[in-house]
């Protein structure tokens, strides 16, 4: 919490304070000139008196209320600064994660990381900034003034304190662990609620509604279960403070009654005392409610801190170099093995070849041969056990992501389309890009027919994940986007699967003048995809099982014939 405590300014967090103890001073204040109007005005009836402290009162209540409102903008603008501040941070961040990273903190959680918990840790530094402090000031203040007044009377509290201190702790044994458990339950609760979402048109394929609803309702009861044990012991306080107080008032009028009763007291003391009770109770309570809440926030703070103290495991260099693709270019993958953080087998292995400009590698093989775990090797996602990537013979490792991630246009397996226009989408990759260079990479990627029949066009908005277009659109429109961006190297990962042989085969031909200044490579389950490129890699269980043309695998190579019996019709092939 202190960690994160730090990110706020430090002057408005100084002024918050003075702004509280200001408050604080006059509201200790004004009990002892109420007990003085009282005392001195009204039993002896000097209308002057009265009028003058009346002022000074009214002077202080005006003091106290703008101190007030002083402490309370500025406690809930640093709250709600910091929560930004905290928010940006994780964003910054994650985007920032290796793959590796992510995966293993989990995208909903990340999520609940970001909202809910950065809520939980806001909420408290409020309440820390107006209460925390002022809680125990106002409680040894009011405690001192109320002993000042009555030192007889001050001694109900040595009986009330320590009940409402039990009575505080057995609140906070029993809830804490509740509030506790329910930053993940929240975690679960978005989990099952994304993958609800997400996969909504599978569950319907799939009649799995009812199953969704009660996977759903589960984490859902879990976490209403977990809060409403929480709150049903949080609901004891109030009625118990109740009679907590009432009981101490009714205390300090009996034995009060007694004493101004016995002349030994005046009335005015005895209502000073009993709003000094009252402000020594209320900050007690106050104290309690923090202590309550700050556990909550420390798991919450925790669970941010994480997140901010991960460390990539993908790190740029001390020394970048920076790689120029001018007149030559080359892709090397270099005797490469790579494992997935945790896994015990390697997912590549001995990953062995070499691609020029102008040249296309297709790599080829069964699901889950590690087609895609290479492709996603040369954007440096992941960092590679042994062997080396090259470009132009400098190691992957050796430049910085953002300057590697500029040479390379990428078309991932799943289309990713991010709302806005169709032209905000293609710019993603070159945000100069001209409606010229556009319609010309849309026209490669057989994407201009559907682009220019809709009505705007360009301007054409796209929905979240670009649910308006069909997957094979999709797929074109982020084919489309890589080639605008003019890479060097060009990954297209089995992004031609959605699209029809004939639209398949027209792609691969207009490819080909744009991308002579390219290193080209194709991951793709069809042969006919990848029968024209210069160098066929056959994947089988990780490693590369066939290296070659076409023509070369069919005939030697018994993975790729099998592949190829499998697709194609004798007179195809
Ligand atoms: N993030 C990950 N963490 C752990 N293992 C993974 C991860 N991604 C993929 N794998 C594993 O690595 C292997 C290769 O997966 P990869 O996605 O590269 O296969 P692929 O050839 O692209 O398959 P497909 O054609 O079905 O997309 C699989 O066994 C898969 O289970």
Same mark, same amino acid.
């Given at each position: 919490?202190?960690?994160?405590?730090?990110?706020?300014?430090?002057?408005?967090?100084?002024?918050?304070?003075?702004?509280?103890?200001?408050?604080?001073?006059?509201?200790?204040?004004?009990?002892?000139?109420?007990?003085?109007?009282?005392?001195?005005?009204?039993?002896?009836?000097?209308?002057?008196?009265?009028?003058?402290?009346?002022?000074?009162?009214?002077?202080?209540?005006?003091?106290?209320?703008?101190?007030?409102?002083?402490?309370?903008?500025?406690?809930?603008?640093?709250?709600?600064?910091?929560?930004?501040?905290?928010?940006?941070?994780?964003?910054?961040?994650?985007?920032?994660?290796?793959?590796?990273?992510?995966?293993?903190?989990?995208?909903?959680?990340?999520?609940?990381?970001?909202?809910?918990?950065?809520?939980?840790?806001?909420?408290?530094?409020?309440?820390?900034?107006?209460?925390?402090?002022?809680?125990?000031?106002?409680?040894?203040?009011?405690?001192?003034?109320?002993?000042?007044?009555?030192?007889? =009377?001050?001694?109900?509290?040595? *009986?009330?304190?320590? %009940? #409402?201190?039990? &009575? $505080?702790?057995?609140? !906070?044994? /029993?809830?804490?662990?509740?509030?506790?458990?329910?930053?993940?339950?929240?975690?679960?609760?978005?989990?099952?609620?994304?993958?609800?979402?997400?996969?909504?048109?599978?569950?319907?394929?799939?009649?799995?509604?009812?199953?969704?609803?009660?996977?759903?309702?589960?984490?859902?009861?879990?976490?209403?279960?977990?809060?409403?044990?929480?709150?049903?012991?949080?609901?004891?306080?109030?009625?118990?403070?109740?009679?907590?107080?009432?009981?101490?008032?009714?205390?300090?009028?009996?034995?009060?009654?007694?004493?101004?009763?016995?002349?030994?007291?005046?009335?005015?003391? =005895?209502?000073?005392?009993?709003? *000094?009770?009252?402000? %020594? #109770?209320?900050? &007690? $309570?106050?104290?309690? !409610?923090? /202590?309550?809440?700050?556990?909550?926030?420390?798991?919450?703070?925790?669970?941010?801190?994480?997140?901010?103290?991960?460390?990539?495991?993908?790190?740029?260099?001390?020394?970048?170099?920076?790689?120029?693709?001018?007149?030559?270019?080359?892709?090397?993958?270099?005797?490469?093995?790579?494992?997935?953080?945790?896994?015990?087998?390697?997912?590549?292995?001995?990953?062995?070849?070499?691609?020029?400009?102008?040249?296309?590698?297709?790599?080829?093989?069964?699901?889950?041969?590690?087609?895609?775990?290479?492709?996603?090797?040369?954007?440096?996602?992941?960092?590679?056990?042994?062997?080396?990537?090259?470009?132009?013979?400098?190691?992957?490792?050796?430049?910085?992501?953002?300057?590697?991630?500029?040479?390379?246009?990428?078309?991932?397996?799943?289309?990713?389309?991010?709302?806005?226009?169709?032209?905000?989408?293609?710019?993603?990759?070159?945000?100069?890009?001209?409606?010229?260079?556009?319609?010309?990479?849309?026209?490669?990627?057989?994407?201009?027919?559907?682009?220019?029949?809709?009505?705007?066009?360009?301007?054409?908005?796209?929905?979240?994940?670009?649910?308006?277009?069909?997957?094979?659109?999709?797929?074109?429109?982020?084919?489309?986007?890589?080639?605008?961006?003019?890479?060097?190297?060009?990954?297209?990962?089995?992004?031609?699967?959605?699209?029809?042989?004939?639209?398949?085969?027209?792609?691969?031909?207009?490819?080909?003048?744009?991308?002579?200044?390219?290193?080209?490579?194709?991951?793709?389950?069809?042969?006919?995809?990848?029968?024209?490129?210069?160098?066929?890699?056959?994947?089988?269980?990780?490693?590369?099982?066939?290296?070659?043309?076409?023509?070369?695998?069919?005939?030697?190579?018994?993975?790729?014939?099998?592949?190829?019996?499998?697709?194609?019709?004798?007179?195809?092939?």
């Amino acid at each position: 919490m202190m960690k994160l405590a730090k990110r706020m300014n430090g002057l408005a967090v100084f002024g918050a304070i003075l702004f509280m103890v200001i408050q604080v001073i006059g509201d200790l204040y004004l009990p002892t000139l109420t007990a003085d109007i009282i005392d001195n005005g009204v039993a002896t009836g000097d209308v002057d008196y009265i009028i003058s402290v009346g002022i000074k009162m009214l002077g202080f209540s005006l003091l106290s209320v703008a101190a007030a409102t002083a402490n309370v903008y500025l406690a809930s603008r640093q709250s709600q600064l910091l929560g930004k501040n905290v928010r940006s941070s994780i964003f910054k961040k994650v985007s920032y994660f290796s793959n590796d990273a992510i995966d293993e903190l989990g995208t909903s959680s990340l999520i609940t990381r970001t909202t809910n918990d950065v809520v939980q840790v806001q909420m408290v530094a409020m309440m820390a900034l107006r209460m925390m402090i002022m809680a125990p000031i106002m409680l040894t203040g009011a405690g001192v003034m109320a002993y000042n007044r009555e030192p007889k =009377l001050a001694s109900i509290f040595l *009986y009330v304190l320590p %009940i #409402l201190a039990i &009575f $505080m702790v057995a609140i !906070m044994y /029993f809830a804490v662990p509740y509030f506790k458990k329910m930053q993940s339950k929240t975690d679960r609760l978005n989990l099952v609620f994304r993958e609800g979402l997400t996969g909504i048109r599978v569950i319907r394929a799939f009649n799995r509604n009812d199953s969704e609803i009660k996977r759903f309702d589960a984490a859902n009861k879990d976490f209403a279960d977990t809060s409403i044990k929480a709150n049903t012991i949080m609901s004891f306080m109030m009625p118990v403070m109740t009679l907590i107080i009432s009981a101490t008032n009714i205390s300090i009028i009996w034995f009060g009654g007694h004493y101004i009763g016995d002349g030994l007291m005046e009335v005015g003391n =005895l209502i000073t005392f009993m709003t *000094y009770a009252m402000q %020594i #109770l209320m900050s &007690f $309570m106050m104290l309690s !409610m923090i /202590f309550i809440f700050i556990p909550r926030a420390q798991v919450s703070a925790a669970r941010i801190n994480e997140v901010l103290e991960t460390e990539s495991s993908v790190k740029d260099p001390e020394k970048p170099v920076k790689v120029q693709m001018a007149d030559k270019g080359t892709l090397e993958f270099d005797h490469v093995d790579f494992r997935y953080t945790g896994a015990e087998q390697l997912a590549l292995e001995d990953i062995d070849f070499k691609g020029n400009k102008g040249e296309m590698v297709a790599v080829i093989g069964g699901t889950g041969s590690g087609k895609s775990t290479l492709a996603n090797l040369i954007a440096r996602f992941y960092d590679i056990e042994s062997g080396s990537i090259r470009i132009n013979n400098v190691d992957i490792r050796d430049m910085n992501q953002k300057d590697l991630r500029s040479l390379i246009g990428y078309a991932p397996q799943k289309a990713v389309l991010f709302t806005g226009t169709i032209r905000s989408n293609m710019q993603y990759g070159k945000p100069d890009a001209t409606d010229e260079e556009i319609w010309h990479a849309l026209e490669v990627a057989q994407a201009k027919d559907f682009v220019s029949e809709l009505p705007d066009g360009l301007d054409s908005n796209v929905e979240q994940g670009g649910g308006n277009f069909s997957g094979g659109q999709k797929q074109r429109l982020s084919i489309a986007r890589a080639l605008v961006s003019k890479a060097d190297i060009l990954v297209f990962d089995d992004s031609f699967s959605a699209l029809d042989f004939k639209t398949d085969a027209a792609l691969r031909n207009a490819l080909v003048p744009e991308t002579k200044d390219s290193v080209v490579m194709v991951i793709a389950q069809r042969i006919s995809t990848v029968m024209n490129a210069d160098t066929i890699l056959v994947m089988d269980g990780g490693r590369i099982v066939g290296k070659g043309t076409h023509e070369e695998l069919k005939e030697t190579n018994a993975t790729y014939q099998e592949i190829m019996n499998s697709q194609m019709r004798e007179e195809e092939i």
